[in-house]
Antibody
Framework: QLQLQESGPGLVKSSETLSLTCTVS??????????WGWIRQPPGKGLEWIGT???????YYNPSLKSRVTISVDTSKNQFSLKLSSVTAADTAAYHC????????????????WGQGTLVTVSS | DIQMTQSPFSLSASVGDRVTITCRAS??????LNWYQQKPGKAPKLLIY???SLQSGVPSRFSGSGSGTDFTLTISSLQPEDFATYYC?????????FGGGTKVEIK
């Protein structure tokens, strides 16, 4: 059974860079059939897609965050990572990683399963 | 960006009730629409993809319908474990966006 686990600091200072890692277990991150995504959720609020990566390194980012986001993959460790620079209080959120299935030739895709999420608080 | 608007914001229902949640897209998204369930402190769980395809392992009391701009998630007979928040999400283009959520509470 595939599992994803986020890890990283729970507290980041304003203007610094948030760094998180997602470790995939029970399956290979190098699978041809899947992409890997980051989604965040501010406390008590809804979900926001941050970006997606394929094991080859191809990335797709939310334009609203693109200037500050870098997603990378380390296939040797079965991990992918998120870096978000110049953080502010608005970046305080639970950050989830998830496997993304994309159907070739369509834009049909979905996130399943998700990691539990890790709360990152930006302090001033 | 495509805006996803869910209604109602919240609802109260009893076990055994039929519940319908609506999701409206700001432009046509064909059938590129997913539904997720989230319980407090837990990760979202995929229920429905491509508007009406039931994810493996999800009870058949959940169903999805719609195309274009209007979609619905129906729970045919609400069970105690179904009290949660439900989100729709489009996958028509980038950025992928989610609805604001519908909280289903116990009456």
């Amino acid at each position: 059974q595939l599992q994803l686990q986020e890890s990283g600091p729970g507290l980041v200072k304003s203007s610094e860079t948030l760094s998180l890692t997602c470790t995939v277990s029970g399956g290979s991150i190098s699978s041809n059939d899947f992409y890997w995504g980051w989604i965040r959720q501010p406390p008590g609020k809804g979900l926001e897609w941050i970006g997606t990566i394929y094991y080859s390194g191809t990335t797709y980012y939310n334009p609203s965050l693109k200037s500050r986001v870098t997603i990378s993959v380390d296939t040797s460790k079965n991990q992918f990572s998120l870096k978000l620079s110049s953080v502010t209080a608005a970046d305080t959120a639970a950050y989830h990683c998830a496997r993304q299935r994309i159907i070739p030739g369509t834009t049909t895709n979905w996130f399943d399963p998700w990691g539990q999420g890790t709360l990152v608080t930006v302090s001033s | 960006d495509i805006q996803m608007t869910q209604s109602p914001f919240s609802l109260s229902a009893s076990v055994g009730d039929r519940v319908t949640i609506t999701c409206r897209a700001s432009q046509s998204i064909s059938r590129y629409l997913n539904w997720y369930q989230q319980k407090p402190g837990k990760a979202p769980k995929l229920l429905i993809y491509a508007a009406s395809s039931l994810q493996s392992g999800v009870p058949s009391r959940f169903s999805g319908s719609g195309s274009g701009t209007d979609f619905t998630l129906t729970i045919s007979s609400l069970q105690p474990e179904d009290f949660a928040t439900y989100y729709c999400q489009h996958t028509y283009n980038i950025p992928l966006t989610f609805g604001g959520g519908t909280k289903v509470e116990i009456k």
